[in-house]
């Protein structure tokens, strides 16, 4: 089967849920059996959103070759476990960089440089390179932002050129837009969403099918009215009425046929059923699940998608464990000695998130040091993973002035250092150490043991510092750990405090390969303890058996913790 390329667009409003349209549908097709991928095209300007703050962007994903992404790549793989790469990753800032490259080296040929069809074939190009270096029955392509943003056009018209040359059957656009209800007037109303294909119209593309986002059911006779008014047929005008988790939406859109109605316009009259099984049974493990877990998020960005992975890492794994996990964000700038007993109780875990900057890592390091004396499971990720080490040298080794240099450059310990190869350059974007690397595992290990006795793992980091191996053996003989090392430059991946409930830090971030599916063994290992420490703390003596958490997980004919991912 030839490829065929399937168009997200958006209207109305933004954050409607694009990413998780994409990936439901994503999701449903590969549940039939098809090979997928699916991209995202973001119509601003930066190269990438490695520089911008969390606030303006939310969480920066990292694909394992080292591409610096939107959150959104995150939602793809959680829902269908594929890796994307830097080619499911495009911004108008990487296209008119590769434009320009070309034009500096002559390839042009002296020609003007223009939108059309310069900036367009670029875009084109990069829409259909996926399926050039593997065989792909479908391209799922996400463009960024609202329909009437000045950014967006040059996508825009690279999608109305190319649905005009693969043709009907090949090429295919799923508008998403917003039917807003008026409670003064009890009514819900379409016009923003016939405005919104209409200028949809006006740019050449016709929407073969419409999502309509919505707080409210829409009855046959509404979308029927959007039907008539939008040129869509009413099968495919299709609601995405809100719902209680975001997993809930790929069998939302699978009882509304979407997948259906795609396939059918795509001249596939008879597709194979879809095997949904153990989505299903995750969803059902998730109802199931009536205790309540508390974890402390301890980071210095109070905003929902800033830790969007860690937060899904930490419910995947709740999940299997027989959990709803209930997030607590605790901001680290306001953490104070007098009060870090006070912000933290209640948990039964904490995450110290990553990070940069100096904002907000005192009260980190007071974490830290709260969690290590009272041995509450503490899980420290990249800087949370490097305030734990500074805790450590300041509070156990007597290192007062113990620091990172990233923080303070004059620092007689510098337990955190800069990486070697880092230290001459200059330009910020893209050029942390970025992707996936290769780490040794200590036998033995509190670690090892979550991993299930691999010895040999790969996982994915984005920084410039690394733990100090100056200090090493200084560390060890006061009792944390080197358990995690690179075996290619010998850097520290993991440490950990063996005596302790669950103490355990990381230079990586696992919360970038954790799927649906696939939870990662760290956030399993992790949850599991929290429960451990949970129920001696209400005297329940039941502990969980955490060398074999197998036999803990939500039951399923066939687990998918089972099944050893090729990441690890």
């Not at 020609?111 to 479908?138: C, G, M, S, Y």
């Not at 306001?334 to 904002?359: D, H, K, W, Y």
């Not at 970025?434 to 200590?442: I, R, V």
């Not at 039951?555 to 050893?564: D, W």
Request: charge should be neutral; proline fraction near 4%.
């Amino acid at each position: 089967m030839e490829t065929k390329y399937i168009f997200i667009t958006g209207g109305v409003a933004s954050s409607l849920g694009k990413g998780i349209i994409s990936a439901s549908l994503g999701k449903l097709l590969q549940a039939r059996g098809y090979r997928i991928t699916i991209q995202k095209f973001d119509p601003y300007i930066n190269i990438d959103p490695g520089t911008l703050n969390p606030y303006e962007h939310g969480e920066c994903y990292v694909t394992a070759d080292g591409m610096e992404t939107d959150l959104d790549l995150g939602h793809y793989e959680r829902f269908t476990g594929i890796e994307t790469t830097r080619d499911n990753s495009v911004t108008t800032g990487r296209i008119y960089l590769s434009v320009i490259e070309k034009e500096r080296r002559g390839d042009y040929l002296g020609k003007t440089i223009q939108v059309v069809p310069h900036i367009t074939d670029e875009i084109k190009r990069r829409i259909q390179l996926n399926a050039t270096k593997q065989p792909l029955d479908f391209v799922i392509t996400e463009i960024g932002g609202t329909i009437g943003d000045i950014e967006s056009q040059p996508f825009l018209e690279a999608i109305r050129q190319l649905r005009w040359e693969l043709g009907p059957q090949r090429a295919l656009n799923v508008h998403l837009t917003y039917v807003p209800y008026l409670a003064a007037a009890d009514e819900l109303k379409t016009k923003p969403t016939q405005t919104s294909v209409k200028q949809l119209q006006g740019l050449g593309i016709q929407p073969e099918v419409l999502i309509l986002r919505t707080e409210h059911h829409l009855s046959d006779e509404l979308r029927n009215k959007v039907a008539h008014f939008c040129n869509v047929a009413p099968e495919a005008v299709i609601q995405s009425q809100d719902l209680p988790s975001i997993y809930e939406v790929p069998i939302n859109m699978y009882e509304h046929q979407l997948d259906r109605v795609i396939l059918s316009k795509m001249g596939i009259k008879r597709p194979t059923k879809p095997d949904l099984k153990s989505w299903l049974d995750f969803l059902d493990c998730r109802k199931r699940a009536d205790e309540v877990l508390h974890i402390g998020l301890v980071g210095k960005y109070d905003l929902q998608d800033a830790y969007k992975s860690i937060r899904e890492s930490l419910a995947h794994a709740g999940t299997y464990r027989g959990y709803k996990v209930q997030i607590h964000f605790i901001n680290s700038e306001f953490i104070t000695r007098e009060n870090v007993a006070e912000q933290l109780s209640g948990m039964a875990g904490i995450v110290i998130c990553p990070g940069f900057g100096q904002r907000g890592i005192e009260g980190k390091i007071l974490t830290a040091e709260y969690t290590r004396t009272h041995d509450i499971p503490t899980f420290g990720i990249c800087l949370g993973f490097q305030m734990m080490v500074i805790e450590f040298a300041r509070n156990v080794l007597g290192y007062q002035d113990a620091n990172s240099s990233e923080m303070d450059e004059t620092t007689p310990h510098n337990v955190i250092d800069m990486m070697a190869e880092q230290k001459n350059i200059t330009q910020k974007g893209g050029t942390m150490r970025l992707g996936a690397y290769e780490c040794a595992l200590s036998r033995g290990s509190r670690t090892v043991q979550a991993y299930h006795g691999q010895t040999l793992i790969k996982e994915r980091h984005r920084h410039r510092y690394e733990f100090n191996n100056s200090y090493k053996d200084t560390f060890e003989k006061q009792g944390m750990k080197c358990v995690g090392i690179n075996p290619d430059t010998n850097l520290i991946e993991i440490m950990e405090i063996p005596m302790h409930r669950w103490y355990i830090g990381t230079q990586f971030h696992p919360e970038y390969s954790s799927t649906v599916l696939h939870p990662h063994p760290l956030f399993l290992d992790f949850i599991a303890a929290c429960i451990k420490a949970s129920k001696d703390k209400l005297y329940v003596h039941q502990a969980l058996d955490l060398v074999t958490p197998d036999k803990d997980l939500c039951v399923f004919r066939r687990s998918p913790i089972e099944k050893k991912s090729k990441r690890h």
